[in-house]
């Protein structure tokens, strides 16, 4: 919980009460397939703040990912390597190793 009392906006307002309470929540959704309700948690979709919602990203990302390369697999028969990836540093590490390509590497 020490993030929650730590965050701050761009402007210097703190979002303690927006990030208090995400994930705590749930939405009752109707599931016409299996005629059944599921909750599903309200997350507050402040990525660049809360590490909850950026973790529900991240793994959305990955999953949509991992599911267009198993739909590149079944088209080819060939094996699939990536070529490139993007590492995206904080501001603060970023200001660390701008312009020392050897430093970069070495913290990730």
């Known amino acids: 919980m020490v993030f929650y009392q730590k965050a701050y ?9 927006f990030l208090y309470s995400c994930g705590e ?3 009752k959704y109707w ?13 507050c979709n402040e990525r660049r703040y809360c590490p909850i ?6 793994r959305m ?3 949509h990912a991992v599911e267009t390369f198993k739909k590149l697999h079944d088209l ?3 094996q699939i390597h ?3 990836a993007v590492i995206t540093f904080p501001k603060e590490p970023w200001r660390e190793v701008a312009g020392n390509v ?7």
């Open 82 to 84: 990536p070529t490139q």
């Open 102 to 108: 050897d430093k970069a590497f070495a913290l990730v």
């Open 61 to 63: 990302k990955v999953g």
């Open 9 to 17: 906006g761009e402007d210097g307002s703190k979002i303690v009460s």
């Open 53 to 58: 919602c950026a973790d529900a990203y991240k």
């Open 76 to 78: 080819h028969t060939g």
């Open 31 to 43: 599931c016409e397939e299996g005629h059944h309700y599921i909750l599903k948690k309200k997350l």
């Open 25 to 27: 929540y749930g939405i």
